[in-house]
Every structure is written in structure tokens, then in C-alpha cells.
């Protein structure tokens, strides 16, 4: 019996290094596995077949393979392309965390000899994790002053103010400019007309990404024409325009400035009081909840710095374009659990727009690491846990639990909220051992403010990427849809499939 193992033809297989992260997969199948393959196709065929003048399994081997020749050479093909690419990847134990794209296509079965083929695949990056007890933590104490009381009521009436025309006046910081657009996208000219636009830096114009967008905007008045050329990155959140030039003209019609609203007694009612002087207790009660969350988060922003700055390994660069699209749901999910208003969210997202590149980096080393540390500590969520962050995420969208949780079932945003309740889970057992110090908060941190947590993981990746479900759909291109508790997704099944042009 062990005489006859040994004999049984295998598959060669060489693994080479093929960059960051990656690895090639170099396969030879011997002839002998090809005919048996082939050979358990034709039996197959035989006992099922239908040929005239023949009963049903009775039909010649010569007779099926004048008709059906090219279909059982085609579907032996696909059996052996999955099966070897599959035992390669466990049997040489490659993490991999994306499923193998192979141009089936371009191999074809040789009449004779061996089938050679070769393909390369995203490995997860190996590091070494640093002490995780005793990390030195400062405390922020936070005090609500009045300064900023006062602070949150100018935001509270500009918020409440209205867009007001500029008479005869020049576009000034902060101003929306209402104009008629024009985009050559290599060749491709596109008119957007009556668009809005903000004089902010890295700002966007009619969807494409430009960088100084005050520094035009600022000093034109209506009538004015400006141009701009832009290289969008290779990285973008909208493929298609990923890593294309764009010729910009704006043309200028329309100027207007916020015109901050009164504090009134129309806009302290809206607030749902009767006098300022319970506005004001509503915003001191608001804001020492939100500092205590706040100082919450840079004891956390503190733990991310000393894993990110004690680990240092390459990341798989085909997976950070992906992680760049789902990097926007992600941050957004985040931000609404902290219980930030809509308002301060949408402008953590237009400054996230303009960095997507740089911080799906971070995220995604953020990610990798955070992973092996809930593997380490062996922290998992449960789905009670996972419902009851929903559930209090619904309290705060005023809907029901159920509804939000279906709606987060549909969009694919489930599976990254999971990942980052686990994520929460971590760096609040991290922070259950650190060292802490209490300390007095600088100066320019002396504000309420959106915790930005920009070093938070997904890949996604989300998780950044998928092992694969079926392809790995991952690229954050779609949203993940599934995990596994240990790893970031779900074990690869690579499957022959034709290679997107």
C-alpha cells in the first residue's frame, strides 16, 4: 500500500517571491494526472450520454470524444486549474488574501507531456507583534469652559444660517461658488452645468479631485473662467477615473457666503428648548459627554501610534486601491457610533476624499495589525454584541434596530461593522493594561472636535481583503460579505476564472 502512494504522480510546484506581499506559483502537472482526469470526465459523460443508436452508458470512447471532445478537454482543463492551484495554496500554507486571477483562456491542455502554468497571488504580510501590556497611555482631563459654550453656539447659528448671494463681490475662503463646468478627461469632454462648489483646499469639482480648489476659487467673481489640470490618483475612490488626466474650466455665475442665523428665540426653539439659558445647560451637558469621548479616543489614537510605529512591514499594493473604496463607509460607521453630528461627519468625509490613498495605507496596516492582536488575545464578538452597537446606532438614527441592521445586510456594510466592533474590543483590552497617566490636554487640543480614529482598519480589509467567497469580490470594489472570526476573510477557494481586461 505505501509502495503504491509513493508511485502516485503529484503535482510540482515552486513558489518564488514576487514583490510585497506577493508571491509567484509555478505548477507542473504530470501527464498522469491529466489522463486520469480526462479519463474520469469521459466515464462520466459515458453513463449519462445520449447517443443515437447506442443504449445510455454504451456508447464508444471514440464516438464521445468526435462529439464532445472540446467541452470534456475544456472542463478537464477547469477541474485541474482549480484543484492544483488549490492544494499549492494550502499545501504550501500561503495566507493568501485574494483569490488567484488565472487566464484560463490563454492555457490550453498539451496533446502530450506535462501542463506548466504559473500564477501570482496577495500573501498577508508577517511581522511581529510588540509588547502589548503596560503601553504607556496619557489621559487627557478635559473641563468645559465656557469659551467653548460660546464656541458651539456660533456653530450652531452658522449651521442654521442660509446661503446668501454676493453682490458684486470676489469669492472669499469657505464661500460656495455656484458654476458651469467643463471636463476634457483625456479626450473625453463632459459639461456639468449650475454645480456647486467650495472654496476649500482639496476640494472636488463636478466629482474629480483637485488639490488647492481655494486657491483658485479665491479673488474670481462672477463672469470669471478658471482652469485647472489635474492627474487624478491611481488610488481614487472611482475607478474610472483612476490615474487620469482631467483639463478643468469653470466658468463662474453665481457667489455666496453663509449668513450665520441669529440667536433667537425662533433658533433656540428649534433646538428643542425655551431659553438660551437651557441651551446653553443642553450644549455644557452635550459637550462633557463628548469630551469624555474624546479623551476616550486619544487614549486610543495613542495605543494605534505605538503598534503602528513599533511594526514595520510592506503592504500588498493591489489591495490598497480596494481599501480606498470602502474606506469612506467605514470612516462614516465610526464616526456615527461616537454620536458626531451628520454635519461634522459629511466634512470628515469630503477631507477624507482628499487623502484616500495615504490613509487606506494606514488603515490597512492598522488592519493587519489589529487582526493578529485579536488572534493573540483571542477576542471574537459575539452577535449579541454586534446587535447591541446596532441597536444603539438605531436609537441615534431614530429607526428601528431591525430595519438598520437589514439595511447594513443589503449594502455589505454588516461585515465591516463586526470588524470593527472586534477592533474596539482590542484596543479596549489593550488599554485594560496599559499604563495610564492622567495629564493636562495641550492647548490646541483644548476643543471639542470630531475624533478622526483615521488610523482605524475595514479589508478591509473593512477588512482589505477578501480570501474570497467567490472571487474575492473583495476589492472593496463591491463590499465584503463575509468574515471569519480569526482572519480577515474567508479561506480562498482559487477557481479558474477568466482575467478582467
Not at 488639490?211 to 470669471?224: C, N, P, R, V
Not at 457666503?257 to 428643542?272: F, H, M, R, V, Y
Not at 495605543?303 to 462614516?332: C, H, N, W
Not at 466634512?347 to 490613509?359: A, R, V, W, Y
Request: net charge neutral; aromatic share 4%; with cysteine.
Amino acid at each position: 500500500m505505501a509502495e503504491q502512494q509513493e508511485t502516485t504522480p503529484k503535482n510540482t510546484v515552486k513558489i518564488e517571491e514576487a514583490g510585497p506581499c506577493k508571491k509567484k506559483v509555478i505548477i507542473e502537472v504530470p501527464r498522469e494526472i491529466i489522463s486520469k482526469a480526462t479519463d474520469a470526465q469521459y466515464e462520466t459523460l459515458r453513463k449519462e450520454a445520449m447517443v443515437p443508436g447506442f443504449r445510455k452508458g454504451r456508447a464508444p470512447r471514440r464516438l464521445l470524444e468526435k462529439r464532445f471532445g472540446k467541452d470534456i478537454g475544456e472542463q478537464t482543463k477547469l477541474k485541474i486549474l482549480a484543484d492544483a492551484s488549490d492544494s499549492a495554496v494550502k499545501d504550501n500554507k500561503l495566507d493568501i488574501l485574494r483569490e488567484p486571477e488565472i487566464d484560463y483562456e490563454k492555457i490550453a491542455l498539451p496533446a502530450d507531456g506535462p501542463l506548466k502554468f504559473e500564477f501570482e497571488v496577495e500573501v498577508r504580510p508577517e511581522f511581529e507583534l510588540p509588547k502589548l501590556e503596560g503601553i504607556p497611555v496619557d489621559k487627557p482631563k478635559h473641563v468645559v469652559t465656557d469659551g467653548l459654550v460660546e464656541r458651539e453656539i456660533e456653530m450652531l447659528c452658522k449651521y442654521a444660517g442660509t446661503w446668501t448671494p454676493k453682490d458684486n463681490g470676489k469669492v472669499e475662503l469657505d464661500d460656495q461658488v455656484v458654476a458651469d463646468v467643463m471636463l476634457n478627461i483625456e479626450g473625453q469632454e463632459q459639461k456639468v452645468d449650475n454645480t456647486e462648489l467650495y472654496a476649500k483646499p482639496n476640494g472636488f469639482v463636478a466629482d474629480v479631485p483637485v488639490e488647492k480648489l481655494d486657491e483658485i476659487l479665491i479673488g474670481t467673481k462672477t463672469g470669471d473662467i478658471k482652469t485647472a489640470e489635474v492627474e487624478v490618483p491611481k488610488t481614487f475612490f472611482r475607478e474610472e477615473l483612476r490615474g487620469k488626466k482631467v483639463d478643468i474650466k469653470i466658468t463662474i455665475k453665481d457667489i455666496k457666503w453663509l449668513k450665520p442665523a441669529e440667536l433667537n428665540q425662533d433658533t433656540i426653539s428649534k433646538c428643542g428648548v425655551a431659553t438660551e439659558e437651557e441651551l446653553r445647560k443642553a450644549i455644557r451637558e452635550k459637550l462633557q459627554g463628548r469630551l469624555e469621548g474624546q479623551a476616550k479616543n486619544e487614549m486610543a489614537e495613542q495605543i494605534y501610534k505605538y503598534l503602528l510605529d513599533g511594526i514595520s512591514f510592506e503592504l500588498p499594493v493591489g489591495v490598497i486601491a480596494d481599501q480606498a473604496v470602502t474606506m469612506l463607509r467605514r470612516q462614516y460607521i465610526n464616526l456615527m457610533m461616537q454620536g458626531i453630528e451628520r454635519e461634522q461627519i459629511d466634512k470628515n468625509i469630503e477631507q477624507l476624499k482628499s487623502s484616500t490613498e495615504q490613509q487606506a495605507k494606514e488603515q490597512l496596516k492598522a488592519f493587519f495589525i489589529i487582526d493578529k492582536v485579536a488572534e493573540k488575545l483571542d477576542i471574537k464578538t459575539t452577535d449579541e454584541e454586534v446587535n447591541g452597537h446596532i441597536a444603539q446606532l438605531a436609537i441615534q438614527k431614530h429607526v428601528r434596530p431591525e430595519r438598520m441592521k437589514e439595511e447594513m445586510q443589503r449594502d455589505g456594510s454588516l461585515e465591516q461593522f463586526k470588524l470593527q466592533v472586534r477592533e474596539q474590543k482590542c484596543i479596549a483590552k489593550l488599554l485594560e493594561s496599559a499604563k495610564i497617566t492622567e495629564v493636562e490636554p495641550k492647548a490646541e487640543k483644548h476643543k471639542v472636535e470630531a475624533p478622526k480614529h483615521k488610523k482605524t482598519a475595514e479589508k478591509t480589509p473593512e477588512k482589505p481583503a477578501k480570501k474570497a467567497e467567490t472571487a474575492t469580490k473583495h476589492p472593496h470594489t463591491k463590499a465584503v460579505k463575509a468574515h471569519d472570526e480569526k482572519k480577515p476573510v474567508k479561506k480562498a477557494k482559487p477557481t479558474p476564472r477568466k482575467k478582467k481586461t
